[in-house]
T-cell receptor, first 115, second 113 residues
Framework: GAGVSQSPSNKVTEKGKDVELRCDPISGHTALYWYRQSLGQGLEFLIYFQGNSAPDKSGLPSDRFSAERTGGSVSTLTIQRTQQEDSAVYLC?????????????FGPGTRLTVL | AQSVTQLDSQVPVFEEAPVELRCNYSSSVSVYLFWYVQYPNQGLQLLLKYLSGSTLVKGINGFEAEFNKSQTSFHLRKPSVHISDTAEYFCAVNNQAGTALIFGKGTTLSVSS
């Protein structure tokens, strides 16, 4: 079946602009995660959604970052007033149930470049 | 707090040689451990995971890992590597809340002929 898809695959923006990154999880997966992969920092957790529960936002680096998940499916990560340090690959993953033990399936990522 | 340390950032090896990628973890709760692989220009995929039971875990593509609680390690091994194993390998542990994985910084395995 279809895997996790993300769009766009590449995004180049100017410092100070807002960007939206989209994630379509695997159908039927209740859990959805966003991570950021940058040189020297590895993979960093950003936010976790599980069904109708309140999301775990503990990994968001600043209040310029926000995310929502509509209808328990598609998710959008928004970065406001982008900064050069936001340049990274943003990865989305989904799993059937809980993060602790379930296999997470990753999308191909969105490469964000802030000029 | 949970953390993961991958001791080698790069591991060069010749084809058909054995390889071990090292991973140490720190955890204050029940630990679940994972190895993910990222091939060039592809997304991450699961190689194997340890949840409980047998400490020797077998994964895809001939990889295995051993959970060692006393040494807080979860090293990944393969007895004979192929060129196609060239990739970046990430060790991960569940976070304390059980809402995400905490990843190590990755080990780049380069297999040459």
């Amino acid at each position: 079946g279809a895997g996790v898809s993300q769009s766009p695959s590449n995004k180049v923006t100017e410092k100070g602009k807002d960007v939206e990154l989209r994630c379509d999880p695997i159908s039927g997966h209740t859990a959805l995660y966003w991570y950021r992969q940058s040189l020297g920092q590895g993979l960093e957790f950003l936010i976790y959604f599980q069904g109708n529960s309140a999301p775990d936002k503990s990994g968001l680096p600043s209040d310029r970052f926000s995310a929502e998940r509509t209808g328990g499916s598609v998710s959008t990560l928004t970065i406001q007033r982008t900064q050069q340090e936001d340049s990274a690959v943003y990865l989305c993953a989904s799993s059937f149930w809980t993060a602790g033990t379930d296999t997470q399936y990753f999308g191909p990522g969105t490469r964000l470049t802030v000029l | 707090a949970q953390s993961v340390t991958q001791l080698d950032s790069q591991v060069p090896v010749f084809e058909e040689a054995p390889v071990e990628l090292r991973c140490n973890y720190s955890s204050s709760v029940s630990v679940y451990l994972f190895w993910y692989v990222q091939y060039p220009n592809q997304g991450l995929q699961l190689l194997l995971k340890y949840l409980s039971g047998s400490t020797l875990v077998k994964g895809i593509n001939g990889f295995e890992a051993e959970f060692n609680k006393s040494q807080t390690s979860f090293h990944l091994r393969k007895p004979s590597v192929h060129i196609s194993d060239t990739a970046e390998y990430f060790c991960a542990v569940n976070n304390q809340a059980g809402t995400a994985l905490i990843f190590g910084k990755g080990t780049t395995l380069s297999v040459s002929s």
